[in-house]
DNA sequence: AAGGTGGACAACCGCTGCGTG
DNA sequence: ACACGCAGCGGTTGTCCACCT
């Protein structure tokens, strides 16, 4: 594939702006409006893509755009908020007030994911160490997923294992953590999703699926809605959860890594609280929008992708997004 | 000083979802 | 219901530059 639709129809200009191209752009578009990105470039007489202009501005030229390095509050609530919503750029970024989704991406795959797959040294499997570490493994993106795959756990039988690391009826974003800690006295290598994780289910008696965003915060979040339930451990296995840690990918591929735990966060950051409870209500209403559509048709995802057994090179393992697929 | 390497950042590419006819 | 145009999004690539050997 090419160019997009408005760039084949004439020459553009590629790679790095000019400053008199965006001092074009920024006369234009502080003159008139951006208006519609396609007749951008032709009215500000630049020989580029709409798109490109487009993306010009809103990552470079915006006047509102912060400049600098992240600060550690920043910082902080940027990992915070890809616990909760992955990949999505745009959703953090709308938190973070003058940063662009571009500069987050880049900064989170520049130094961030960096910092959280540093790998703890020396690894150990001790369980009596586990405890005491903050580790999380391929395949378990998020801290509330951590599962540590000590030899007791890699041996035992596929379906097992499932059981383990599909516990809850609930996707894996947002761990059962009762059922965790029931797991856990059985095998302590399955850490709580409350150590690392603001959200964590209510401990309400009728049990409605109401999650709770940092208890302590005591925000209410409604994660899915209590009317269904598509998930029962007796489907959930063949049908939607992949055996990712079968044959394919044994105990050589684990590496333990390190991460910052959560509870390590300054919580008293308003902002970023209100910001979280915004961003998880945003997508509530997404998973309310789609659920019954996707749900009652069996196509529900749980990651987005999984490392292959080809893959040989795990010191540069992704941190994959355990988000649904469809969201 | 010159070449190699890796990090940071900017920009591009392709896909998706939404609005409209 | 469908096709199309478009904006927006996220992954990927390209480029620059500082640092190292």
Not at 108 to 123: D, G, Y
Not at 263 to 283: R, V
Request: charge should be neutral.
């Amino acid at each position: 594939m090419g160019h997009h639709y408005c760039c084949k129809q004439r020459k553009v200009k590629r790679g790095l702006w000019s400053p008199e191209e965006d001092e074009k752009l920024v006369r234009h578009i502080t003159t008139y409006g951006h208006g519609c990105w396609r007749k951008v470039p032709e009215q500000a007489g630049l020989q580029r893509c709409g798109k490109s202009c487009r993306l010009r501005w809103l990552n470079y030229l915006r006047p509102d755009i912060k400049r600098g390095g992240f600060t550690p509050e920043e910082e902080k609530l940027i990992i915070r908020l890809h616990g909760v919503v992955g990949n999505r750029w745009t959703h953090i970024a709308k938190c973070l007030p003058g940063r662009t989704d571009n500069e987050i991406k880049n900064y989170w795959n520049s130094w961030i994911k960096k910092k959280l797959e540093k790998p703890s040294s020396p690894p150990t499997t001790s369980p009596s160490n586990l405890d005491h570490q903050h580790n999380y493994q391929m395949g378990c993106s998020y801290p509330n997923q951590q599962v540590f795959m000590n030899q007791n756990f890699i041996t035992k039988p596929t379906a097992a294992r499932d059981q383990i690391l599909y516990p809850s009826p609930y996707p894996l974003f947002m761990f059962d953590a009762v059922s965790l800690d029931e797991t856990t006295n059985n095998n302590t290598n399955v850490r709580s999703a409350d150590q690392h994780f603001p959200l964590a289910r209510s401990n309400n008696s009728n049990n409605n699926g109401t999650w709770i965003l940092d208890q302590q915060q005591q925000h209410q979040v409604q994660a899915f809605p209590s009317s269904t339930a598509p998930f029962t451990n007796n489907n959930m296995d063949a049908q939607f959860l992949p055996s990712f840690l079968g044959s394919s990918i044994g105990n050589n591929n684990m590496v333990p890594v390190e991460v910052e735990s959560c509870s390590n966060i300054d919580d008293e950051e308003e902002i970023s609280m209100e910001c979280l409870q915004s961003t998880t209500q945003e997508l509530n209403a997404l998973v309310h929008s789609r659920q019954a559509q996707q749900c009652s048709s069996n196509n529900f995802h749980f990651w987005d992708s999984v490392e292959g057994p080809s893959s040989s090179n795990l010191r540069s393992a992704n941190i994959l997004s355990s988000f649904p697929s469809y969201l």
